[in-house]
């Protein structure tokens, strides 16, 4: 039995999200249905990180069994990126242990939020970042993110329909900064994410940057463990999936 | 008469080109359908470049005549922004003098050609570039380029059915960097472009760095004055209309 594990990046516009779901496109629907076609039999997919309808990924990754030796690992990117639609690419293919889980096994995780700051939107952008044209306060936006770095019960930043029992997770580092064409990057790593966790942490840190709400509301955010404590969802199509780390030996 | 000089920006994957065509979705055709339903009454718009089917623009200009002073022509870009398509920007409205064109006052335009050099195509960039997967030899590149500089006639850079009478134009500049996810850039500077005229370039530098080509091509090819005699024509996707440049005085 040949475990593979693959990296995928999508543009999830089109897609209702990654996890397969009945009669809805989704990212692991595709994929399945692909190597449906490829093998001749079902194949299951193991996805790292479930994400929702509208949110990209440069880095996803998944692992499943291989069903047969006829096509070797080293040629699977290649073959599949012919056979997958244009929105999804296997950027890589590699064999692992039979013990490895994409899920189980991810040390931490990385999102990137897109902020396109630009007087008028960045027609290039568009389907990658949220458009704000309104000044924001980055010194503030900074001064609040960096209450939230730590362990800490997220109950507040978390969808009020999220299965998770324990609402803990450990925010390794949020950064802010600036790239091409008046874009600002909100980089959020941690151990895990609750649902729309980092989506409810960019709309609250909007609105301390718009000024609606003070630089040091985080900490009193975090403490009501309540939903209605924080800011809006910020919009799905700004989010994507930038880093998976996992220990060195796979 | 007021007239109104306009800088948009638009994706151009699902327009049939620039110009107005009839029952065709182009970029002139929605600008002026939104128009038309803004003041209620026909507007003719006049574009400095006729952009083909796929290609994109940073910068296209275009002047038309305010039909009414009933909207400051301050307010335009958000209006207009407000009731165009998704895959168009207004970025800019002024007010230029009576005998302003478009078209017959551009100084000078700039092409930007994208090309996606990653093993794996970079999923966000699939629109706007080129995947060439295979490497590159830059410095034959430049070569090839610098030959092009200049003021040639670029009959055998130019589709056979273009319509322009002189195929003499100068190339200030062409230009070739890397940018961020192993992008390369193709810059060119020029007076004019003929029809698919950087396409072509684009296509014959590509085959000269992959070394299908000898990096001394370019002079036989312009003297060639045969269509024949140049590389393919680099796929519209990949290109881009970044600048146009006016006299300081509008």
Chains 1, 2 share one sequence.
Request: positive net charge; contains cysteine; charged residues 20%.
């Amino acid at each position: 039995m040949q475990k593979v594990k693959c990296i995928l990046s999508y543009d999830g516009t089109d897609f209702h999200g990654f996890a397969r779901q009945r009669n809805l496109r989704t990212v692991q629907g595709e994929v399945e249905r692909v190597m449906q076609s490829l093998w001749g039999c079902a194949v299951e997919t193991f996805g790292a990180s479930r994400t929702d309808s509208g949110v990209h990924a440069r880095c996803q990754a998944l692992h499943f069994v291989l069903p047969s030796d006829r096509i070797p690992v080293t040629q699977l990117p290649y073959i599949l990126r012919h056979w997958l639609p244009q929105d999804i690419v296997l950027v890589s293919a590699i064999p692992v242990g039979s013990r490895f889980h994409a899920r189980h096994d991810a040390l931490w995780k990385q999102y990137r939020y897109t902020i396109d700051t630009a007087l008028a939107p960045d027609i290039f952008a568009r389907r990658f970042a949220l458009h704000e044209r309104r000044p924001l306060d980055l010194e503030s936006m900074r001064t609040a993110a960096a209450q939230l770095e730590g362990e800490h019960d997220f109950t507040s930043f978390c969808a009020a329909r999220a299965e998770q029992v324990s609402k803990v997770r450990t925010v390794y580092a949020i950064s802010l900064s600036v790239g091409d064409n008046q874009q600002l990057y909100i980089d959020i790593a941690g151990n895990g994410f609750l649902h729309n966790m980092v989506r409810v942490i960019v709309g609250t840190l909007l609105q301390v940057g718009l000024g609606v709400r003070a630089p040091g509301t985080m900490t009193e955010v975090l403490a009501r463990r309540d939903r209605r404590a924080a800011g809006f969802t910020a919009p799905a199509h700004g989010l994507c999936l930038t880093h998976i780390a996992y220990p060195a030996l796979d």
